[in-house]
């Protein structure tokens, strides 16, 4: 039977879509979210709310205070776009040249607004605070930390947070208890020749060739070197060098990231990183640098606040949850979890078909961004209900 909440956020629903294809249309990158979150604090003020910007640099914290005294609960949405060329073939493509919400997060920040305005309509049934944090540099597996160091977990008892997830059917929730999204650590490698003339290749040392090579060579930290059914990826994602067919250039850069989930899995995998680099390059006469660029955890769900999404999607009574495992993929909400109880929790928005996130053809079923507001709304209603 439908409740004041299903009913309401019924009324919502077309002008979150708005705002997620408003977002989409004017995707900016991390630390760069200038407009997003313009949008999101004239929203926050307009319900009433006193407004932090500036958090992080584009990061906007807001607090709702209920009617009572009790505990803080941190409910957060990611803002951040990726730098993707859309080709998406939808109507509302994005404007911005070379730079595309690929991942969902435009759908995250219209979701939280939501949850904000049914929550703020609901204060007499709030024994503490709720505090609505907009994150920016998720993607930069940053933003998060940032946003701890400058006070966003200040008096915060709990924190939730939701990613829509294209693999899944909408009226699919997955989360579980314990770890769920990997640890993650973006690496650069670059590798150093000698220049020279494309025509006169043993008067150089290729770093093209180089480089090659130890792409290839890094393949063997999971398929030779990681016990079997061990959850670690090593992927070489961006190779930048060279802008002429005839010149031998100097450097060629490699970009990637590690996924793991024990300390163990990270040190061995980083470690062979450098040390394999460092073995190819040395064999064909180039050098290399190494660097890990960012880091963030493991994500790991607290039993209690996954009880709680679990009971409040159930009361939405359009989604059912699930525990697919740990997954391979990973998030900087991590950072929060490791510090208080939270949970991430997950929400279907496409099917087999669909685009995988990062995708040039990303897209969503919009019908996950009212589920993520209500989910949130229940649950926050939950864990700061009056005593």
Known sequence: ??????????????????????????????????????????????????????????GVIADLEGERPGATLLLRADMDALPVEERSGHDFPSEARGVMHACGHDAHVSALLGAATLLSARRDRIAGRVRFLFQPAEELAGGALRMIEEGALDGVDQALGAHVLTPFPFGVVATRSGPFFAGIDAFEVVVIGKAGHGGLPHMSVDPVYAAAQVVTALQ???????KPGEPVVVSVSAISGGSAANVVVERVSLQGTVRWFSQQSREHALGRIQGIAAGVCSALRASCEFRVLSSSPVTANAPGPVDLIAAATRATERAAVTDPGALTVSEDFSEFTSRVPGCLFTVGAGGPTAAPHHHYAFDIDERAISLVAEIFTRAALSSLAPQ
Not at 220 to 226: A, F, G, H, L, W
């Open 220 to 226: 063997s930290i999971v398929s030779r070197e990681t």
């Open 1 to 58: 039977m439908a409740d004041d909440i299903s009913r309401d956020i019924q009324l919502l629903d077309r002008d979150l879509i708005a705002v997620r294809r408003d977002l989409h249309r004017h995707p900016e990158l991390g630390y760069a979210e200038v407009r997003t979150s313009q949008l999101v604090a004239e929203h926050l003020r307009k319900l009433g709310l006193s407004v932090r910007t500036g958090v992080a640099k584009t």
